[in-house]
């Protein structure tokens, strides 16, 4: 079982920047596919980046593309999602989650998930 634990969430101002990290508790992420999600209350949970294991290939989605950034640490223990230029509307709860082994924005693909950290965009 692959514990997943968000952290570095909090409440930045409109065009700052966040990184978040998604930590195996009690496992290496080398061989997995890790996507990070966010919801808001009322909406569906949405893939916005994802990275797979292996050749590292990354997806995107479009309303973050060019301003997030995901990526691994070299031990394959953690991942990050580099947020710059934030807006309002990147407010939501984020989550990171793991699949064997390629990446995907699809949320029904993944088996682990994280508890999520908050992200708050706000003057």
């Known amino acids: 079982q692959v514990q997943l634990v968000e952290s570095g969430g909090g409440l930045v101002q409109p065009g700052g920047s966040l990184r978040l990290s998604c930590a195996a508790a009690?496992?290496?992420?080398?061989?997995?596919?890790v996507g990070w999600f966010r919801q808001v209350p009322g909406k569906e949970r949405e893939g916005i980046a994802a990275?797979?294991?292996?050749?590292?290939?990354?997806h995107y989605r479009d309303s973050v593309r060019g301003r997030f950034t995901i990526s691994r640490d070299p031990a394959k223990r953690k991942v990050y999602l580099q947020m710059n230029s934030l807006k309002p509307e990147d407010t939501a709860v984020y989550y990171c989650?793991?699949?064997?082994?390629?990446?995907?924005?699809?949320?029904?693909?993944?088996?682990?998930w994280g508890q999520g950290t908050q992200v708050t965009v706000s003057s």
């Open positions: 990275i797979s294991s292996g050749d590292e290939s990354t």
């Open positions: 009690n496992y290496t992420l080398a061989d997995y596919a």
């Open positions: 989650a793991a699949r064997p082994p390629v990446a995907t924005l699809r949320a029904e693909m993944y088996d682990y």
